[in-house]
């Protein structure tokens, strides 16, 4: 093994990002870059064209994730990407930075240190932000054979057209699903930006990640009484929004109490009858609660729950919950996060440890495949947003130490 890896330049960095972000990229800015669309057709052919002068050999599977691999020694694979959609009107780092440091990445290696010991492979992966089908991590959960069957025809876009028709539609087989799941996976590394502001707040160019934060999800509904606005006295209302707006106030509050890097959000709210002159009788609206160690996460969750109850009870309201997910907190391999710890200490780049407080593939990666993730550092701590960036510097050496981890898993 040589001593040490390639070198990726910011000029290197700045020109990928520019090429690749304007495919998608709309007239008042933003990218819409969605699953099977003409924008995702055309940004994973730019891909598959700078993998193809990298003299990789390039594979799309049965549901559209692209590849690049460098044949090595052993077939057994260390794999390296990020995924190629976005959420509408996003920006240019989420998912396509960690593909094109992948490329950066393998195509530096390939030029410096040729053929690896462990085969080398990049990937786009097609869809993770759940923007066009609700069908979310479908490229990861196609590699890992966590696709259902009766998905192709249940998950349906704002037209409704069925994924397998979309599939069909760009050229995909989706009766062959099953042929993306892979066995010869050793590793998944994926660099993503940090879509917060840890980084860029504490001046640190590189995150590494312990944990993927754990999340649960759930409806509240309260049902009080719809009276006139003008004729009901105060003291005999049953108005759900004022049980509701306490609610999320006290939970709010209770979560805050137990400092970072707990968070919740109450992100809709559905208040009915919604008039003017009505006292609101029926609200709705959601809790998502997030927390990397499970049993606090659970704690907080029966606390909030317990909270809404008393609540609805001193004013005489009924209360429901509906869970719409509880997804376990993701713990990143061992092995492999020490690899890319001792490859950035080699960089010379100076990095943190730090939870992720966003889901990503790699959390389902991390469920079949030894898997870990590079943070860098998204500016302002923007993201979902074409506000989004991160500096040519910042990625260049987040790509760097990219290779140099890859260099120590593949070579
Ligand atoms: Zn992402």
Redesign the pocket.
């Known amino acids: 093994m040589a001593d040490v890896g390639p070198t990726i330049t910011p000029a290197e960095m700045a020109d990928l990002v520019e090429s690749l972000g304007t495919i998608g990229e709309q007239p008042g800015g933003g990218i819409i870059r969605h699953v099977y669309d003409p924008a995702w057709c055309a940004a994973r052919e730019q891909v598959a064209t700078w993998m193809r002068e990298a003299s990789l050999e390039v594979r799309e599977d049965a549901v559209g994730n692209l590849f690049g691999r460098l044949e090595g020694d052993s077939p057994r694979t260390i794999l390296t990407g990020?995924?190629i959609d976005t959420v509408i009107l996003g920006g240019r780092y989420?998912?396509g930075l960690?593909i094109l440091s992948a490329l950066a990445a393998v195509r530096g290696l390939k030029q410096h240190l040729g053929k690896p010991r462990k085969s080398l492979e990049m990937v786009a992966l097609c869809e993770?932000?759940d923007s066009r089908f609700h069908g979310n991590f479908w490229g990861t959960r196609g590699i890992l054979g966590l696709i259902g069957p009766e998905e192709l025809e249940a998950h349906t876009d704002a037209n409704g057209m069925t994924i397998a028709d979309a599939m069909r539609e760009v050229g995909l087989a989706p009766d062959r699903f099953r042929d993306s799941v892979r066995t010869d996976l050793d590793a998944f590394v994926e660099l993503?930006?940090e879509?917060g502001r840890i980084l860029f707040d504490e001046h640190v160019p590189l995150g590494i990640v312990d944990t993927i934060t754990g999340l649960y999800r759930f409806r509240v509904t309260l049902e009080g009484r719809t009276d006139h606005a003008g004729t009901t006295p105060m003291d005999l209302r049953r108005d759900a929004l004022q049980a509701a707006a306490e609610f999320a106030t006290r939970m709010t509050r209770l979560v805050a109490d137990v400092g970072r890097p707990a968070v919740v959000t109450n992100g809709w709210w559905d208040v009915r009858p919604g008039a003017w002159n009505i006292v609101p009788g029926h609200v709705e609206f959601s809790v998502d609660l997030r927390h990397p160690d499970e049993a606090i996460k659970q704690r907080l969750a029966a606390d909030i729950r317990q909270l809404g109850q008393d609540i609805a009870a001193q004013r005489g309201i009924a209360i429901a919950y509906d869970i719409a997910s509880d997804v376990l907190p993701m713990a990143m391999h061992p092995s492999i996060k020490a690899e890319l710890q001792a490859a950035a200490d080699r960089c010379n780049v100076k990095w943190m440890p730090m939870v992720s407080g966003?889901g990503?593939?790699s959390q389902v990666m991390a469920s079949g495949v030894p898997t870990a993730m590079l943070f860098v550092p998204s500016v302002d701590g923007r993201s979902h947003s074409a506000a989004e960036y991160t500096s040519p510097e910042d990625a260049a050496r987040g790509a760097t130490v990219l290779a140099e981890a890859l260099r120590g898993l593949a070579y």
């Open positions: 990020s995924h989420d998912g960690g993770e932000e993503h930006i879509q966003a990503h593939d």
